[in-house]
């Protein structure tokens, strides 16, 4: 990991608030895919570091989180960097349009997904039926 990449994941953990660890990954190539391959509920965060409106999604999602245990029991959160790879396989794959779009999917079936949308009962919606999804 350089030292950009680093900076940019700690940037986030502090952003995203008090989150266990175990709650939300770093995407590496082949971390969501295996998670897709094997049936999970993934929700996916294309994220980047200098964008407002992600760090305003991160506000919601830590809030929605510390609010219902079960997203981070039964859902599995990745985090995607996009300056690393909003041009990479994933992305192009996903059709992802740009950072601060959140994707779920319960294998490679999409859920639902959100671009720039920043309200509450929006995620919360998206959260809700990823849920669902996962039983």
Excluded at 107 to 134: P, S
Aim: include cysteine; charge should be positive.
């Amino acid at each position: 990991m350089n030292r950009r990449s680093l900076l940019a994941a700690s940037a986030a953990l502090l952003l995203a608030g008090p989150l266990r660890a175990d709650e939300r990954s770093f995407y590496t190539p082949g971390l969501a895919e295996a998670a897709m391959e094997s049936g999970e509920v993934v929700i996916l965060d294309f994220w980047a570091s200098w964008c407002s409106t992600c760090r305003a999604q991160e506000r919601v999602i830590a809030r929605l989180m510390a609010e219902n245990a079960d997203y981070g029991r039964k859902i599995r959160f990745i985090v995607v960097d996009w300056d690393q790879h909003g041009d990479g396989e994933l992305s192009r794959a996903l059709k992802i349009p740009r950072r601060s779009t959140l994707v779920a999917l319960k294998g490679r079936q999409e859920i639902g997904r959100i671009v720039a949308g920043t309200g509450a009962a929006e995620i919360k919606a998206l959260f809700d039926a990823a849920l669902a999804a996962a039983g």
